[in-house]
């Protein structure tokens, strides 16, 4: 094995896990890794003074994160969720909405909004909501979290406040966080000016990392990934093929509201969901996998190669929708992408979802964070009990609930939670009725 490849991979597998473990600790070595030959700390771009110099959407990330070569979106490798909840009972009060505000621009000012600096987004729940005695607009589709189908009974999130971190720096991100929630008085150089914490308190801390290398690396460790290192260099998810294809995703201005008063704001829906691959790598071949994955004909015309990069820009899903009742009858099987693109298109064919998952090893079990960004959380649920294939199980009877139905099988939902992402100018605890 190459040393330097063997160095480079270490360095990369300590600041993974610096961020699954957190605290001044972890932020502290992280830090020490982070400085170059002279023991200075490799620069972090820094951000701007001006808000109004920023996208007024929170969740435009495109422009300021790295492409492949099919102009496919490559996430920031390291992330972080935090659910919080505000202090108190009720809505909250002037001074809250000035202390998280002035918590947040300490970023802006630290922090280039890039993968090489900080991309982050704040958003509120039902619950939030509920606090105000006025409802939200009734063109903002934010129902409560629920349990989407017969076979999962999910932890429902309801905290008030989901920040969401992001950056190719690990030491970024756990500076981001100590700023945020901890004891560090400084960001990037740049003093802090309040903390979140302030006004609300941390409920839950979850991590996560994605990109070609990393889960294979991680592999080892976690509950869920059979032995003999299955898990592909190259792929940037545990099940071994690349996703979120530019022509399968929504755009950002697609999933962005486009009127009332969070006009330029967004849902999110967030399932942590628990992976289980002994029998995806044991059982199945790798043309089995594909077929499971995407869809049968995938396979009978071998159309992806690897972990998927033959693909392009787009999956070429749309070829196979209309053969997947054939498909269950004939192959006794679907494909996963294949059933949830029924779903997935409105009626001039845009992609209604934009999905920004990644992986994660949160209590040495492998786990996906996904993040799904639509204009109505209906959209995603619609997809949802498409990926369910309740009507393909009826056509087959190979296809069970979760047997050869896509990859049902191997995964297994934990928690669930919807939100409403602002605009950034009604980011910091805005009312039902700005």
């Keep these: 094995m190459d040393p330097g490849n063997d160095g480079k991979r270490t360095r990369r597998e300590f600041l993974k896990s610096a961020v699954a473990v957190g605290g001044t600790s972890a932020l502290s070595a992280c830090l020490g890794v982070a400085e170059s030959g002279d023991g200075e700390r490799e620069p972090v771009p820094t951000g701007v003074e001006e808000i109004r110099t920023l996208p007024d959407r929170q969740h435009a990330w495109r ?38 505000e002035s918590a947040l621009r300490t970023l802006d000012r630290a922090y280039e909004r890039s993968h090489e600096g900080l991309l982050y987004s704040v958003a509120y729940s039902p619950a939030y909501f509920d606090r105000f005695e006025d409802s939200l607009p009734e063109s903002i589709d934010l129902p409560p979290p629920r349990s989407l189908s017969d076979f999962e009974s999910p932890d429902l999130d309801t905290q008030d406040t989901l920040v969401h971190l992001a950056s190719d720096r690990a030491d970024v991100v756990l500076e981001a966080e100590e700023v945020l929630t901890g004891d560090r008085e400084q960001a990037n150089g740049r003093a802090a000016d309040a903390r979140l914490t302030d006004a609300m308190s941390v409920d839950s801390r979850r991590t996560g990392f994605v990109g070609p290398g990393l889960p294979a690396e991680r592999q080892g460790e976690p509950e869920g990934i059979p032995e003999g290192g299955p898990v592909p260099e190259k792929s940037p998810l545990f099940m071994g093929f690349i996703a979120g294809f530019r022509k399968n995703q929504a755009s950002e201005e697609y999933v962005t509201l486009k009127e009332g008063p969070f006009a330029g704001g967004t849902t999110k829906h967030v399932s942590n969901i628990r992976q289980r691959l002994d029998d995806w790598y044991g059982e199945q071949d790798f043309d089995e996998r594909v077929t499971e994955m995407f869809s049968p004909g995938h396979a009978e015309e071998g159309l992806v190669e690897n972990v998927g990069e033959s693909l392009g820009a787009s999956s070429g899903i ?60 209906a ?56």
């Design 318 to 377: 749309e070829r196979f929708l209309d053969s997947i009742d054939d498909d269950a009858e004939e192959f006794g099987r679907v494909g996963h992408a294949q059933k949830n693109a029924r779903a997935n298109r409105d009626a001039e064919g845009n992609v209604l979802l934009l999905r920004r998952h990644f992986e994660s090893t949160d209590e040495d079990v492998a786990s996906l964070h996904f993040p799904s960004l639509q204009r109505e959380i």
């Design 63 to 100: 422009d300021r994160i790295r492409l492949d070569q099919h102009s496919n979106a490559l996430l920031p490798r390291h992330q972080i969720l935090f659910y919080l909840t505000l202090d108190g009972s009720g809505p909250p009060d002037q001074g809250a909405r000035e202390t998280v």
């Design 379 to 434: 959209h995603f649920e619609g997809v949802r009990e498409a990926m369910n294939g309740a009507d393909l199980a009826e056509i087959s009877p190979a296809i069970r609930q979760r047997v050869n139905n896509g990859i049902l099988e191997y995964i297994f939902v934990e928690r669930r939670g919807n939100f409403l992402v602002p605009p950034m100018k009604l980011r910091s605890l805005p009312p039902a009725r700005p």
